[in-house]
């Protein structure tokens, strides 16, 4: 019942920003972990961010290595919305990006991807000059 529509891909150079957008609709948006995940060709889906519910207000975020320090994820549960703001973009970044549910915990760990129930079509991300 959750649907899951991502936005804001596009192509850019080495070291430019791209905003992703994810928009959700469907169930209690709030009470979701969220999280980011991407793929590219001939590799396997690889875990980008994930922002976790804890209740009342309060939410934790995680990164990879590969991209800390350089993205920030977030959410507007007003909007029902979780973003990707992507910063000094390299070429291994080239991936399809997709946004990703969790709600009903599976107790793999946010990193997982098995831990989401549902998934977004995703958006194409290109870093090339």
């Known amino acids: 019942q959750v649907q899951l529509v991502e936005s804001g891909g596009g192509l850019v150079q080495p070291g430019g920003s791209l905003r992703l957008s994810c928009a959700a609709s469907?169930?209690?948006?709030?009470?979701?972990?969220m999280g980011w995940f991407r793929q590219a060709p001939g590799k396997e889906r690889q875990f980008v961010a994930a922002?976790?519910?804890?209740?009342?207000?309060?939410?934790?975020?995680d990164y990879s290595e590969s991209v800390k320090g350089r993205f920030t994820i977030s959410r507007d549960n007003a909007k029902n919305t979780v973003s990707l703001q992507m910063n000094s973009l390299k070429p291994e970044d080239t991936a399809v990006y997709y946004c990703?549910?969790?709600?009903?915990?599976?107790?793999?760990?946010?990193?997982?991807?098995?831990?989401?129930?549902?998934w977004g079509q995703g958006t194409q991300v290109t870093v090339s000059s």
């Open positions: 990703a549910a969790e709600t009903s915990p599976a107790g793999l760990g946010p990193q997982n991807s098995h831990e989401y129930d549902y």
């Open positions: 469907g169930g209690t948006f709030s009470r979701y972990s």
């Open positions: 922002i976790t519910w804890r209740g009342g207000f309060a939410y934790s975020a």
